[in-house]
Each structure stands twice: as C-alpha cells, then as structure tokens.
C-alpha cells in the first residue's frame, strides 16, 4: 500500500447550539405527544429514553424544534440559515487557530446533509469568508454521521496533489430540523432523544503549525446491501431519519474489514480514539470490537452525553476534547465516522505534539 500523503489537522473550532435542552424533557414531551399509546408501549418508550442522560444542544429553542406548525419551506430556511452563521463563526476561528487567512485558503470541503440547499454552504461560506475565487471546492451533502472523518479523507487527498496546499474542512448539522411529530416508532422517538446541532471546522495543511493529529491510512468500506439502515426521508412536514433495527448490527458487519485493516496497517493496538458516537450501543459495540477500555471512549460518550450525535460535527467535538488532555506524542489512533449505506470512513493518525 502506498505511503500516506502527510497530512495534520489544526486544532478545531466548534459553534454549538445556543440552547441547552434536557433529554429528560425530551423524553416527558415525547410521552406527552403520544396519548395513544398503550402502557407497554409507554414503559418501552420510557425504558429506552432513560439511558439517553445529559443535555443536548439545538440552534432553535426547544418550542420551535417541536412546533407541529412549522411548514417544510420554514424549517429548511432556518436550518440554512443557522448552519450558514454556524460555519461561518467556526471557519474564522479554525483559521485563526491555525494562523490562516483567507486568501491562503486554497480548497474548501464541506459536509452536510441538512444544509443541503443551493447555492451550497461551501460557495455561501466562499463568499462569507472572503476566500479567494479560484479555489478548488468538496460539497458533500450525502454523508451525515460519516462526514467528519470523511471531510479529513477529502483533505488528504487534495494535499497528495498539491502538498503545499491549505484545506479548510467543514462538517455541521441541524439535526434537531428533523424532529417530526408523525413519525413514532422507538427508533424514531430514540433519535429525537439523541440529536444535537453544532458545526466543527479545523484546517488541514501538509506542514504542522500545531499540535493535533496526522493523518495516516483511511479506509472507505461500504457494508453490502444496507441502504435501508439509515436514511432521510421526505414528506409534507419536511425532511425526517428513519433507521431499521438492523441499523444496531453495522459494527459487527463492518468488523472483519476494519479490523484487517488495522491488521494490515501496524496492527490493533490503538492508544486513543476520535469516534463517532451513533449512539450508547454503538458506541459500546465498537469499544468491543476494538477491545479497548472506557478510557478510550470517554470523549465520544462526554459528547454523546453532553451535546448529543452531532452528525459529522461529533468528529470535531471529540477531538476538540482530545485537545484539552493530549495523547503523548507519536500516539497512534482512529478516527472513525459511520453514516447511512451504511458506509464507514476511517483514518489511523498519531498525535503530534508541540511543532518546532
């Protein structure tokens, strides 16, 4: 296999939901909106709500996010329009993190799948920015939770070709605009529990300017005939997620691959984790498969708790905590996204510290 292009990844910049919801709460008004339902659905409801603790972040008040009388053209509007200010605010700090203006920016990758109206948030961020005209651009709008290792992957390969090159990576989601009130199966109740809003930015050159991570090998596997585990669906109210039960199964299906990957790639020892968490049972099969400890988790389930599956966004946030309390240098570890297909994007990086 072919070296990895080096590649590090400065230290991010994250713009989080301004209000802060309980998910107790969430799980009271979900009870509440739901009258019809018999006891033994009630309790199941109850049950699987209660190990969902802590907080969640949403760029709207809890009142709009579950209001049954925003129109499909209202929630859209407002989801752009927060992502918009979003990625703005975390663009400009990730560059000045990094010690980047705008015109050394030369490729922007930027993924969303809620912020997915024309022109895209990469050409409105284009503009915002004051980035020069002649950049090169990587919309993706199709990757959800995966897109936070996946933007990084993106960046890699635009640095194999042009090494001296500045990447500024975006991935943001309103996940709350796809809170509906018609759909309510446990599935869907559990990712109304679940969802935060945030976008993370973070600029990717082929020089280290700080601390953070290197990039090594990735790894694109698409488990085979699973595209009805995750995916977004349309009706009048607007966009909604919907999942199958299967959807609990992915980590043990992509197991083998990823792990003769690792095998192939230095081996299975991993010192620390950048993972995004689907949520606490994905979370705790993938701790298993990889045979690590709850200290290797401990990020993605602070974040999980905290702020909730952020989509791509988990990502930044996780490695925005990494960042608080660094691995020692040359530590080896996995970034790791998984969204619909279902496909996983990876990435094994070391840590590097202070540049000199």
């Known amino acids: 296999m072919p070296t990895p292009t080096t590649a590090y990844v400065g230290r991010p910049a994250l713009v989080a939901g301004p209000h802060l919801v309980r998910a107790e709460r969430i799980r009271d008004d979900i009870l509440a909106r ?3 339902y018999s006891p033994r659905q009630a309790q199941t409801v109850r049950m699987a709500l209660s190990n969902l603790p802590g907080t969640r972040r949403y760029f709207q008040p809890y009142e709009v996010v579950t209001s049954p009388d925003r129109t499909a053209a209202e929630r859209k509007a407002t989801t752009m329009a927060d992502l918009l200010a979003a990625a703005e605010q975390a663009a400009a700090e990730a560059m000045a993190n990094a010690g980047v203006h705008a015109e050394d ?5 930027v993924s969303s799948a809620t912020g997915d109206g024309m022109p895209g948030l990469d050409i409105l961020l284009q503009q915002q920015l004051g980035l020069r005209p002649d950049i090169s651009r990587r ?3 199709q990757l ?7 933007v990084l992957i993106a960046a890699q390969e635009y640095l194999a070709r042009n090494p001296a090159g500045v990447v ?6 309103s996940l709350s ?5 018609t759909q309510t199966s446990i599935e869907d109740q559990i990712y109304k529990g679940l969802w935060g809003d945030m976008v993370g930015a973070a600029v990717v050159t082929g020089e280290q300017r700080t601390p953070g991570l290197r990039l090594g090998h990735s790894l694109e596997y698409t488990i085979p005939l699973t595209t009805d585990r995750y995916r977004k669906l349309t009706d009048e109210r607007g966009d909604h997620f919907a999942s199958t039960r299967a959807s609990l199964r992915s980590v043990t299906d992509l197991g083998p691959a990823l792990l003769t990957w690792l095998d192939r790639h230095g081996g299975r020892e991993l010192d ?3 993972l995004h968490p689907g949520g606490p049972a994905i979370l705790d099969r993938l701790g298993t498969l990889l045979g690590v400890d709850e200290a290797f988790l401990r990020h993605s389930k602070a974040v999980l708790a905290e702020e909730g599956n952020l989509g791509g966004a988990t990502v930044f946030s996780v490695l925005s905590r990494t960042h608080r309390t660094p691995p020692a240098a040359g530590a080896r570890g996995l970034v790791f996204g998984l969204g ?3 496909a996983l994007s990876a990435l094994l990086v070391s840590w590097a510290g202070s540049a000199d």
Not at 105 to 109: L, N, S
Not at 168 to 173: K, R
Not at 177 to 181: H, T
């Open 272 to 274: 620390f984790g950048v």
């Open 340 to 342: 619909p297909g279902v």
């Open 144 to 150: 959800a939770c995966a897109g936070g290792a996946h």
């Open 34 to 36: 739901n009258p019809g």
């Open 177 to 181: 605009s796809l809170y509906q009130d």
């Open 168 to 173: 500024l990576v975006v991935a943001g989601e």
């Open 105 to 109: 920016v030369d490729c922007v990758v």
């Open 139 to 141: 919309p993706m709008t």
